[in-house]
């Protein structure tokens, strides 16, 4: 129905950037809201950041300021600006949304943030 693949993680410093992508690809008609969660380990997975087919956006309070959620839909792909990234930070992010009443993952990709 729907393949969603993360692209963009890797290791960066305190304070640095990353900026992921999440592409969706296979049968369907359009995707509406999108959301970004992250899985550090040990931990559940927590909701980090949504946003709306029209492109209004929702932040965690621990990422709010420095996480920017966006989408173009011409693409289907939605990004996840990460700015002033803290090692709490660390951690697999996902992309997840509903198509047809169904729930799809990504496969994750992992974001470290150390010295």
């Known amino acids: 129905q729907v393949q969603l693949v993360e692209s963009g993680g890797g290791l960066v410093q305190p304070g640095g950037s990353l900026r992921l992508a999440c592409a969706a690809s296979?049968?369907?008609?359009?995707?509406?809201?999108m959301r970004w969660y992250r899985q550090a380990p040990g931990k559940e997975r927590e909701w980090v950041a949504t946003?709306?087919?029209?492109?209004?956006?929702t932040y965690a309070d621990s990422v709010k300021g420095r996480f920017t959620i966006s989408r173009d839909n011409a693409k289907n792909t939605m990004y996840l600006q990460m700015n002033s990234l803290k090692p709490d930070d660390t951690a697999v992010y996902y992309c997840?949304?509903?198509?047809?009443?169904?729930?799809?993952w990504g496969q994750g990709t992992q974001v470290t943030v150390s010295s």
């Open positions: 946003i709306t087919t029209g492109g209004t956006p």
């Open positions: 296979g049968t369907f008609f359009s995707i509406n809201t």
């Open positions: 997840r949304t509903i198509v047809d009443g169904r729930i799809h």
